[in-house]
């Protein structure tokens, strides 16, 4: 998605961090797929779905920078940290990592997550977000290659909150596509707006499957305790009867031995 609208216009469909693996699910195991402008996104995603994807040989300047010797070294000096990347990190990096996902996948996860230390391997302005929304976890930036303690985007630094201010103000600098184009850049957003609907009520209907599943073998358990509860109610009730008509037979046996002396 983070293309110019003339490659959009070029594109069938496009993806995010986050749905790019649902999105390519959708499509047949041995469908041709070029798949682009990040070539490490792209090849986790051959990766977790086994297929064989052409990638173009682009990459996020901020993912292609972690180092993966200064990843290992923080990883034996803080021994209890989970690693947490983002697929648009290169290979020998992802194969360091207890979790792989986009960058809301990585914050889910650390909330959920009950170790209380991370080391994170994306751009460094989700850490704020991360501090703010779980302080008493720690959180900790994987170096870059150049020596920093951290990645940074060079081009979302760029945004600052003037800007935004005098954007909504003023409604400038207004950005102007050609109909045309624009009229065929967005259908691939369509697309992909489509097909993740799709995936995401596939999912709802295998919760919703998984559910009632569990309700009827819930179900069937307490109907399975039920019946032998019932079933030995109805035993004892025999056992009792049966003891009711021995009682009576010796007590009768008793009277006749009585009236014969």
Request: aromatic share 6%.
């Amino acid at each position: 998605v983070n293309t110019t609208a003339a490659v959009k216009a070029l594109t069938d469909v496009v993806v995010t961090s986050t749905n790019a693996k649902s999105i390519v699910d959708t499509f047949k195991q041995d469908e041709p797929i070029i798949f682009g402008p990040d070539y490490n996104l792209g090849n986790y995603i051959n990766g977790v779905t086994g297929r064989n994807m052409v990638l173009w040989k682009g990459a996020c300047h901020v993912h292609e920078k972690f180092a993966v010797d200064k990843l290992k070294a923080l990883k034996q000096q803080y021994p209890d940290a989970l690693v947490l990347t983002h697929p648009e990190c290169k290979q020998a990096v992802v194969e360091l990592s207890e979790f792989v996902g986009s960058t809301q996948a990585i914050l889910n996860f650390a909330g959920k997550s009950t170790a209380k230390r991370f080391i994170v391997v994306t751009e460094s302005g989700i850490l704020h977000k991360m501090r703010q929304q779980y302080p008493d976890k720690e959180f900790i930036a994987a170096p870059s290659v150049d020596g920093a303690a951290c990645n940074e985007c060079n081009y979302m630094r760029l945004n600052t909150l003037e800007k935004v201010y005098n954007c909504l103000l003023n409604e400038t600098p207004e950005v102007i596509v050609e109909k045309e184009l624009a009229e065929k850049a967005v259908k691939p957003i369509l697309k992909m707006l489509e097909l993740y609907r799709l995936t995401e009520k596939e999912k709802i209907q295998r919760t919703r499957q998984k559910l009632t599943e569990n309700a009827n073998k819930e179900a069937k358990k307490i109907l399975e305790q039920a019946k032998k509860e019932a079933e030995d109610v109805i035993n004892e009730i025999k056992e009792a009867r049966k003891m009711k008509s021995e009682q009576e037979m010796n007590r009768a046996l008793n009277e006749a031995r009585t009236n014969i002396n």
